[in-house]
């Protein structure tokens, strides 16, 4: 059942490439310069009306919606927000008929995520859910339903319904902007002939793993460890810090790169492990700057970049991880596939359960 791996979450890290495949399919027109989501309820005319949108979920899926919400914001130009679902309910959100609420859940059947679909109803919006189970209550109750191809995730982490999150928030992006005139035909198909060459991308990063896994197994003699970036990077910081905590119990923190000195900064001491992604290119510069700021500290800091830029990089880090290149836009998709291996060796390498981590479980129906 689990293929040949010694874990699900390493069978369904190596089934990424697939899920990227699956959750294209059908979903690109035969030139390859339209997405078509004939699966929406949401008419041309309500998409041209909506004035914002509100991404509500939990854990990873909330880490997704925070790359949707770079995306969104990038290529439709309309403000996105992102909502923890436990806290979205409870803050007397302001929603209209013209908010889209999108709700990101795996499952399908996370009780904070579901409430949250509810008070988005009961406030008159129209709510789409990216969910990877078609039969889930979320399914069921939302207004509209885009669904991930992932395949079933057993293991506790999610990892491949993480990334098929991007490639539906990528999808929904580019159906938003060809409605409002957003993006141009050739922009479009620039950025979906990018997203085709996403899974050997994935496959290109697979191939790194006995680097990583000795990475790992250096980082995993730490406490504390600090995942910091910029923009996208800092969302995948985020997801990449969350990985970690949840399989190997290091504690680590996802820092936006500027943000360090305003307090965390004196945490780093002398042989901090410090991952540091950088992979957009427009904030690369700022983001070497606090590359050193932790390097003056005594860091060691791992970096997270293309191939391009690495000679630059190793000149202000210890060692870096490549990703292929690929549009700035799409980065998340390859860059996390890093961390996922990382958080898997490191959680290996200390002898955890991997696949069940102590205090959770795979769907949390209770608030
Ligand atoms: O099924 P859901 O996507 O709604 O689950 C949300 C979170 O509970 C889930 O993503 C959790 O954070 C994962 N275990 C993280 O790997």
């Known amino acids: 059942e689990k293929g040949g791996y010694e874990h699900f979450m390493l069978k369904e890290i190596h089934e990424q490439p697939k899920a990227y495949r699956d959750t294209m399919r059908g979903r690109i027109n035969a030139e390859g310069n339209k997405v078509i989501l004939p699966e929406l309820n949401l008419t041309v005319e309500q998409i041209k009306n909506i004035r914002n949108v509100q991404i509500v ?59 949250a679909l509810r008070e988005g109803q009961a406030n008159g ?4 859910a990216i969910t990877n189970v078609v039969g889930s209550s979320i399914a069921r109750e939302a207004n509209d339903v885009l669904v991930t191809l992932a395949g079933p995730e057993i293991a506790v982490a999610s990892t491949k319904a ?7 928030f990528t999808l929904l992006g580019l159906y938003m902007a060809e409605v409002r005139g957003t993006q141009t035909e050739e ?5 979906l002939t990018a ?35 910029r923009g996208v990077d800092y969302a995948v910081a985020q997801e990449g810090s969350l990985k970690l905590k949840e399989i190997s119990y290091i504690h680590s923190e996802a820092y936006a790169a500027g943000e360090l000195k305003h307090g965390t900064l004196a945490l780093i001491e ?30 060691d800091v791992m970096a997270i970049t293309h191939e391009e830029h690495v000679t630059d990089l190793l000149r202000s880090v210890d060692q870096a991880f490549v ?26 390498a200390l002898g955890h359960d991997v696949d069940k981590p102590r205090n959770l479980a795979k769907s949390v129906t209770v608030e």
Request: with cysteine; charged share 20%.
């Open 125 to 128: 919006a129209h709510v789409l």
């Open 195 to 229: 997203m085709h060459a996403l899974p050997e991308q994935v496959e290109e990063i697979l191939a790194q793993k006995e680097a990583i896994k000795n990475y790992a197994e250096q980082i995993s003699k730490h406490k504390h460890l600090f995942f910091i970036g």
């Open 187 to 191: 922009q479009v198909s620039e950025i």
């Open 162 to 168: 993480y990334t098929s999150q991007l490639i539906a």
């Open 57 to 115: 979920a939990c854990g990873t899926a909330y880490n997704a919606g925070l790359v949707g919400r770079s995306l969104i914001e990038t290529l439709v130009r309309i403000p996105v927000e992102n909502d923890i679902a436990s806290e979205y309910r409870y803050r007397s959100p302001i929603v209209t008929p013209e908010t889209l609420v999108i709700v990101v859940s795996q499952s399908g059947e996370t009780a904070d995520t579901l409430a």
């Open 270 to 299: 002398e042989g901090v492990p410090v991952i540091a992604l950088a992979t957009v290119e427009s904030v690369l510069e700022k983001t070497v700057s606090n590359i050193k700021e932790v390097k003056a500290r005594g860091a």
């Open 323 to 348: 990703i292929p290149k690929t549009l700035p836009l799409l980065t998340a998709t390859l860059s996390v596939v890093t961390l996922q291996l990382l958080a898997y060796y490191a959680s290996l």
